[in-house]
Every structure is written in structure tokens, then in C-alpha cells.
């Protein structure tokens, strides 16, 4: 069965913390992973990664797929409270009920930022 | 400007009634989906469509219909057959056949009276 599992589920640090969170993925016929942020309402895009080792970066976020391994980071360096919300992994697979379009969800990591 | 509008923003339903929940593009997407979020989740797809008149069923479709009778419109009705129907919903549209992400609406918190 696909699945994707991010870790931490979720995280409490202060500002100006550098910190790190996982997705890894076991998809079939995997074509791309995404990260999103949501905070209150839609979830917004961050980042697609389809190629191993190219890394995407904006501003003070970078994230970086594993191929090989099967997992994602994604980065978020001096953190701030605006960076608080729930950081979702998804991953978009071939054959995913028939549709390209369709994504797997992971269940998501809550990130509290402290001032 | 270009966006996924869904409402209402929060919906109450009593027992045995069935709502509906809107869910508009002005995106020119071909491609509409459906989630259901509850608390510590992640999105579980309920139904998709890929094109006009057409869609599928995703994870969760038990208790839910759709239809898709324009291009720009995918509504969805929590029917009483939904036992649980207590969650935040979202809607997402997205160019098909492209790696293109999915962008989403604002969501509809559904609550039980």
C-alpha cells in the first residue's frame, strides 16, 4: 500500500532556530513530491521536487528529495513565529487512482515557532 | 484574480439531512478534487474528476456525491449515509496531464447539530 509518513508530527521551537522535517515515501511508480504549508485555511505551495539532490530554495526555506533513499527535507532556517502552521508532504504517483493529477497525503508536522 | 472560491465557510448539518458544499474555479483547470481533514490527518481524497462530466471515486467516497456539470464547479453533498461527517473539507484544482501542483480553496468546516 503507498504511503507517506512525515516526522516530527509535531515540533515546538523558538525564533531563530534552524529546523528540519522529514517525509518519506514508499509510492509505486513515484513522479514527484510536494510541500505545502497550511496555516489556518488552504494549504499553499511550497515546493515540487521531482530530481534527486537539486535543491529548492526561497528565502529562508530549502528542500531536497532522495530517490534512492525515498525521502524528503525540508529546511526552514531563523525560524520566526509567521513560520507556525502545519507542513504537509505529498506525493503524486503514476497509476495513484488512475489519475496523474492525484496525491498522497502524509498526515503532516505541526511547527510552533515561540517568540 | 485566479482562485478557488468554496463555501460556505462553516456549515452545520442536523441528523438525516443531506448539504452541500460549492466549490468554484476561475482557474481554467481541468482537473478538481476533494479532501476530508480531521485533526492530526493528513488530506484523505474523497472524489476527483478529471474532466467534465466525468469523476471518480477517491479513498473515502462512501457517504459523499458529486457532480461536475461545468468546468468550473465540483460540488459536494455529505449525504445522511456519512455517519461522521465532523471535519474540515478542501477543494483543489489542477492543470491534468502535468506535473502541475494542486492549488486549493480556503475549505469548509462541516460541524453536527
Known amino acids: 500500500e503507498d504511503k507517506v509518513v512525515q516526522s516530527p508530527l509535531s515540533l515546538v521551537v523558538h525564533e531563530g532556530d534552524t529546523v528540519t522535517l522529514n517525509c518519506s515515501y514508499e509510492v509505486t511508480n513515484f513522479r514527484s513530491l510536494l510541500w505545502y504549508k497550511q496555516e489556518k485555511k488552504a494549504p499553499t505551495f511550497l515546493f515540487m521536487l521531482?530530481?534527486?539532490?537539486i535543491e529548492k530554495k526561497s528565502g529562508r526555506l530549502s528542500s531536497i528529495l532522495d530517490k534512492k533513499e525515498l525521502f524528503s527535507i525540508l529546511n526552514i532556517t531563523a525560524t520566526q513565529t509567521g513560520d507556525s502552521a502545519i507542513y504537509l508532504c505529498?506525493?503524486?504517483?503514476?497509476?495513484?487512482?488512475?489519475?496523474?493529477?492525484?496525491?498522497?497525503f502524509g498526515k503532516g508536522t505541526k511547527l510552533s515557532v515561540k517568540p | 484574480d485566479g482562485g478557488i472560491t468554496q463555501s460556505p465557510k462553516y456549515l452545520f448539518r442536523k441528523e438525516g439531512q443531506n448539504v452541500t458544499l460549492s466549490c468554484e474555479q476561475n482557474?481554467?483547470?481541468?482537473?478538481m478534487y476533494w479532501y476530508r481533514q480531521d485533526p492530526g490527518q493528513g488530506l484523505r481524497l474523497i472524489y476527483y474528476s478529471q474532466i467534465v462530466n466525468d469523476f471518480q471515486k477517491g479513498d473515502i467516497a462512501e457517504g459523499y456525491s458529486v457532480s461536475r456539470e461545468k468546468k468550473e464547479s465540483f460540488p459536494l453533498t455529505v449525504t445522511s449515509a456519512q455517519k461522521n461527517p465532523t471535519a474540515f473539507y478542501l477543494c483543489a484544482s489542477s492543470i491534468q496531464l502535468s506535473n502541475q501542483p494542486q492549488h486549493f480553496g480556503d475549505g469548509t468546516r462541516l460541524s453536527i447539530l
Open positions: 521531482t530530481s534527486s539532490g
Open positions: 505529498a506525493v503524486g504517483s503514476e497509476y495513484y487512482g488512475g489519475s496523474q493529477g492525484n496525491l498522497i
Open positions: 482557474l481554467n483547470h481541468d482537473a
